[in-house]
């Protein structure tokens, strides 16, 4: 699995768990057959009240509908850049991307993180950590009982690894 985790370091900025490649494309689609129609609906409306450089609807409606024809593109193209990282069974027992794992360190405070990619993040979820982070790229090939060292801007901090579980998919 080393030979994976160097893949996994090198394509890092493009990973994603299947999780939240579903959350995106989720958002995706609530955006472009949502919201969009709506908003488009309510600019057409304030358009034909006259008008338009005094109508507060229409400036605001307008900006809202550049907002989202912003962020559907951007989806659109991130999504086909991103390889999607499920699970396999050689995983276990070391961490690697999509790792859910345990750490604790001397003063007996414990930790609960998920690594995951760094699109996954925007949902500020308070568990998760980018593969990026320096915690995330101490822990990568560790297990169980590793003492980890992690440099933080307050220098450096020791955890140790309690537990590593992964989220397995329906198929599998």
């Not at 689609?29 to 949502?34: G, I, N, T, Y």
């Not at 034909?48 to 605001?60: I, M, P, T, W």
């Not at 925007?122 to 990026?132: A, C, L, R, T, V």
Request: net charge neutral; with cysteine; aromatic share 8%.
């Amino acid at each position: 699995m080393e030979c994976c985790n160097s893949v996994f370091l090198s394509m890092k900025s493009n990973l994603i768990t299947r999780t939240g490649h579903d959350l995106l494309v989720a958002e995706l689609k609530k955006l472009w057959h949502d919201e969009r129609p709506e908003i488009t609906k309510k600019v057409n409306w304030a358009a034909s009240l006259g008008d338009r450089s005094e109508n507060a609807d229409y400036q605001y409606n307008k900006q809202l509908l550049r907002k989202i024809d912003r962020r559907v593109r951007y989806l659109g193209k991130r999504l086909e850049e991103l390889k999607i990282v499920d699970y396999v069974p050689e995983q276990e027992g070391k961490v690697y991307f999509g790792a859910w794992v345990e750490i604790e360190n001397d003063a007996g405070e414990k930790k609960t993180l998920r690594i995951v990619g760094v699109d996954e993040i925007y949902d500020h979820h308070p568990q998760h950590i980018s593969i990026e982070s320096p915690m995330a790229r101490a822990l990568l090939s560790k297990q169980v009982d590793d003492e980890v060292e992690v440099i933080t801007p307050l220098g450096k901090k020791l955890w140790y690894i309690n537990s590593i579980r992964y989220e397995k998919s329906q198929n599998q």
